[in-house]
């Protein structure tokens, strides 16, 4: 569209400005994936009078209260291979106190309490678009707690940020 203007018996031509929008797609991130490689392990101890198993990021392992560490069964961080778009940051969420157990399918279990990970709360991916986190917890052991092989399964979400 355009209009003229009759300016001394001579016409002009005006024409309206013209507002031109450029489309460019953006490339979609890719989806961020997690996937568990390795289990958390609190290995072997004896409950005695209650207590705690704590397994740090590293794999090292601890114990509160009345509860015996046994040498024949060591402990083990859960490991996870993070995945998405390279050098793209992501939050992580570990599973809040009291939402995740291991039980022995005869009705017995313990809590799992204070996830850490490593890293924190936030990591960053690689050039190649990954990255390795691991998890440790703290496995809630009461008094007299049955013998037994316990498992279970916990929820880590990832997010970009």
């Not at 996937?35 to 705690?52: D, M």
């Not at 209260?65 to 046994?70: H, N």
């Not at 399964?153 to 970009?160: A, E, G, L, M, T």
């Amino acid at each position: 569209m355009h209009e003229a203007i009759m300016k001394q018996s001579s016409w002009t031509w005006r024409w309206p400005a013209l507002l031109l929008s450029v489309c460019v797609p953006l490339a979609a991130a890719a989806p961020i994936t997690i996937s568990n490689t390795e289990p958390l392990v609190f290995g072997k101890f004896a409950a005695g009078t209650g207590g705690s198993v704590l397994v740090g990021t590293t794999g090292a392992r601890s114990a509160t209260g009345g509860v015996v560490l046994l040498s024949s069964g060591s402990g083990a961080a859960a490991r996870f291979n993070v995945s998405g778009d390279a050098n793209l940051t992501y939050a992580l969420t570990l599973p809040a106190n009291g939402t995740a157990s291991l039980s022995n399918g005869s009705g017995q279990s313990m809590s799992l309490s204070d996830f850490t990970s490593n890293p924190a709360s936030a990591g960053l991916l690689g050039a190649l678009g990954q990255q390795a986190l691991s998890v440790g917890a703290r496995l809630n052991v009461g008094a007299g707690q049955p013998s037994g092989s316990y498992s279970g399964s916990f929820i880590v979400y990832v997010d970009y940020n």
